[in-house]
């Protein structure tokens, strides 16, 4: 089992920033990819940012590639999420997810269906 707590979410206006934090406890060294996904009311859940525990391999939603960076802190098993220059179609739950199997393939990064554990969600509000 693999408990993950979100933190750091909150209402920022257009153009802030905020720094999400998914703190991971249990059997964490079988999580092999860890990632951030958000879904707005009324929508899919949708991939945000990867990143893998072991190596450098980030993934990056074609909308957010630029303005969010994943980062791992693998002492602390904790992932963050930096998110700059935000926008009000950045509004959304975020949620904090892991993968146990191991894989090679981008798909399962970046596919909600494709991860083990997930987080209760943090609310991130964009204002104009």
């Known amino acids: 089992q693999v408990q993950l707590v979100e933190s750091g979410g909150g209402l920022v206006q257009a153009g802030g920033s905020l720094r999400l934090s998914c703190a991971a406890s249990g059997r964490t060294f079988s999580s092999h990819v860890m990632g951030w996904f958000r879904q707005a009311p009324g929508k899919e859940r949708e991939f945000v940012a990867g990143?893998?525990?072991?190596?450098?391999?980030?993934y990056y939603a074609d909308s957010e590639k630029g303005r969010f960076t994943i980062s791992r802190d693998n002492p602390k098993n904790t992932v963050y999420l930096q998110m700059n220059r935000l926008k009000p179609e950045d509004t959304a739950v975020y949620y904090c997810a892991a993968r146990t199997r191991p894989t090679t393939q981008s798909m399962d990064v970046t596919t909600a269906g494709r991860y083990d554990y997930w987080g209760q969600g943090t609310q991130v509000t964009v204002s104009s």
């Open positions: 990143i893998r525990w072991s190596g450098s391999n980030t």
